[in-house]
Structure formats: C-alpha cells, structure tokens
C-alpha cells in the first residue's frame, strides 16, 4: 500500500505540471493574472493544499510571481526564461538598463525589417493603449502598456529565441522602471510614436536609433559605474 504522503506529492507533481501546461500552451499568457485559488480547486478537482503546493513550486522555479493583494501572475513561460529572470534579479539598476537598451535596440532594427503587416497594426494598437494608459494615475497599468508594447517590437522580430531571453528578463526591467511611469506627464510619448512609425516605415536605423534616444539618457543620469 502506497503512502498519502507518497500519493499526495504525486498528485502535487502532476498539478505542477498541468499547471505548467497552461502556461506554455497559452491559456495562461505572460504577464496575465492566473485563476484565483477555488477556482483552480474546483477546475482541478484537487484540494487546497495541493493547489497551493503546486503553485508554490512554480513560483519557486520562476514561472509565476505573487503580489500582495493582487493576486499570482505569469513571469515566465518556460525554464530558460525563469533562470534568466532569477539571474537578472540581483543586478543593478544600470547594467539593466545597459542590458535592455542592447536587447532593445537590436529587437527594434530587426522588427523594422522583418515586421508584417499584422505586426504594425499590432504596434499601433498597443501604442495607443500605451497612450491611454497614462491618462490615468494606475503605474502599474503604465508599466502593463508600456511593456506590452516594447514586447510586441521584440514580437516582430520572429526570433523565438530572442522572445525567450527577453521574456525571461522582463520582470526585471518592469521593476527597475517603476519610478520612471509615476509622473503626471509622459515625457517619452512622442519617442514611443517616432519609433513604431520608424518600424511601420521599415526604417532599421531610425528605429534603432530612436530606441536608443528613449533608454540611453536613463543611463547617463546614474552615476558612472566604479
């Protein structure tokens, strides 16, 4: 006869995993708030208990991320990106910077080039809700725009392997830029248009250039590394 605390790890492992699926299949996409804890019990049919040892052992490997009186959240879709983001996590807030303006720059020369024509009407959209976002004081709904948008120019790259690494380490940059999107105003607007138009256009080096323009000056402002 086998032990319950045998077959009760057991179902939690499996938990785990189905739990995993729903990330990496889509349904639950990165970024989005997953289901509240009774609704994973009754679509699970598992207890409670074995629900939060399932999602405790995803946020633990860097897959989900729980924020105090907001619920659970998708940070990662897959183990190369939750050990990029656990790497990420302990840097400073310039090399992070130096690090997205790298990734970002090259992303937004390669969507240039490679973007379709879907990809475009998918940047307009999202830069538009980029600019609703700041009508209101939410920072964190600033920071769900603004990210979705700069994803979306890593998107258009069709570079899965770039989508990997920069998903993996977007946490990071939505943190470092939390302060950045608390003003009344938003002093980055029309860098934001000026480069999904240099991307709509196919224009590789002014969207670099204007990636550039909108992360380089965060960076001269920090004290130069000792």
Same mark, same amino acid.
């Given at each position: 006869m086998s032990s319950p605390n045998l077959d009760r790890t057991a179902l939690a492992t499996r938990l785990t995993e189905a739990f995993r699926a729903r990330v990496t299949d889509g349904h639950w996409p990165l970024g989005s708030k997953i289901p509240t804890e009774p609704e994973l019990v009754e679509w699970s049919g598992a207890g409670r208990n074995t629900v939060r040892e399932a999602i405790s052992s995803l946020v633990q490997s860097g897959i989900l991320r729980r924020e105090q009186g907001r619920g659970t959240f998708v940070l990662s879709v897959s183990d190369l990106r939750s050990s990029v983001s656990r790497r990420?996590? *302990?840097?400073?807030? #310039? /090399?992070?910077?130096?690090?997205?303006?790298?990734?970002? !720059?090259?992303?937004?020369?390669?969507?240039?080039?490679?973007?379709?024509?879907d990809d475009a009407a998918r940047l307009t959209t999202l830069l538009d809700e980029r600019r609703q976002a700041w009508s209101g004081?939410?920072?964190?709904?600033?920071?769900r725009a603004d990210s979705a948008l700069h994803r979306a120019v890593v998107g258009a790259t069709h570079n899965p392997l770039l989508e990997e690494v920069y998903d993996g380490l977007l946490g990071m940059f939505e943190e470092v830029q939390l302060h950045d999107v608390a003003g009344d105003t938003d002093d980055l607007a029309q860098l934001h248009a000026d480069?999904?138009? *240099?991307?709509?256009? #196919? /224009?590789?080096?002014?969207?670099?250039?204007?990636?550039? !323009?909108?992360?380089?000056?965060?960076?001269?402002e920090l004290d130069p590394p000792e």
């Open positions: 990420a996590a *302990a840097t400073s807030r #310039r /090399d992070c910077l130096e690090l997205r303006l790298a990734l970002d !720059a090259a992303s937004a020369r390669i969507a240039a080039v490679r973007r379709t024509d004081g939410d920072v964190h709904e600033r920071i480069l999904i138009g *240099a991307i709509v256009a #196919r /224009d590789a080096t002014a969207a670099a250039a204007t990636m550039s !323009a909108l992360l380089q000056p965060m960076i001269n």
